[in-house]
């Protein structure tokens, strides 16, 4: 069920997908590091993927204050898993880019500005993802290290993908046509790719189109005990081995198209 505030027509820059589930711990943070940004022009989705701790109410608190109520759009449904959660949340997306949060992760304040101001870059190739670095954090807040990964040159992007993932999924922002030409009724990420959803998804963009990473830390990324990463490793840890397989199956594709 959709619970839309927004009232205004206007299309935002940006529609921002946020998946939760059981999140009451740091999701208050990650809302405000999103609300707080220095560019205001975007739509906030919530996807309340059958929560059963007090995250709705946290959510409700910030969709009911007059200051949020036309960012915010909330989806409540029945538990379903994050791939659906994206999907859904997507699927009502009127921004021109989508933009992915975690909703225990927390985005540096001008995170969006810097994004935008390269995907909106004039006279330059059209860009369809656009990630960062990110500052890992633990469980309270505390810096404990970085994820570096490959920056600008869209050609090592290409060739990194063939051995792992080169996005940090909740800094990306990816124009949504783009999105939308990879995918077909709605399944922007695929459900046989379980924990690895993000990865598949790019094998399906960066051999077409141009895919960059800032060399900039605009995400603190947390790690926790509760990730689904942590505690499905094994499961991933084969997913992606699947993917690298179909990535180099595209790349192949990709020198004779």
């Known amino acids: 069920m959709l619970n839309e505030n927004i009232q205004n027509k206007k299309v935002p820059t940006i529609s921002v997908i946020m998946p939760v589930y059981n999140a009451e ?8 590091s999103i609300l707080k940004q220095s560019f205001q022009d975007f739509e906030l989705i919530i996807i309340n993927d059958g929560s059963k701790d007090n995250s709705l109410n946290i959510i409700n608190i910030y969709s009911e204050n007059p200051e949020y109520q036309n960012k915010i759009k909330i ?7 994050v791939i659906q959660a994206l999907n859904n949340g997507i699927k009502i997306a009127k921004g021109k880019y989508i933009a992915r949060m975690d909703a225990d992760d927390i985005a540096i304040f001008n995170r969006f500005e810097k994004q935008i101001e ?6 330059q190739e059209k860009i369809a993802i656009c990630g960062s670095l990110a500052i890992i954090i633990n469980e309270n807040g505390k810096e404990i290290s970085e994820m570096n990964y490959p920056k ?11 051995r792992r993932n080169p996005f940090i999924h909740p800094s990306v922002i990816i124009r949504k046509d783009i999105l939308e030409k990879v995918s077909h009724n709605n399944n922007y990420y695929k459900k046989n790719y379980k924990y690895v959803e993000d990865y598949e998804l790019w094998t399906r963009i960066i051999f077409k189109y141009k895919a960059i990473n800032l060399p900039e830390y605009l995400l603190k990324y947390r790690v926790h005990t509760q990730q689904e990463t942590r505690k499905y490793n094994l499961q991933m840890r084969i997913n992606g081995i699947l993917v690298r397989f179909l990535a180099i199956g595209r790349w192949a594709l990709s020198l004779f198209s």
């Not at 989806?75 to 898993?81: A, L, S, V």
């Not at 600008?152 to 063939?162: G, P, R």
């Open 25 to 32: 711990k740091y999701l208050q943070e990650s809302l405000e």
């Open 118 to 123: 390269v995907l909106e870059k004039e006279n």
């Open 75 to 81: 989806i409540n449904q029945k538990n379903t898993g």
């Open 152 to 162: 600008t040159n869209w050609f090592k992007n290409k060739l990194y993908i063939i």
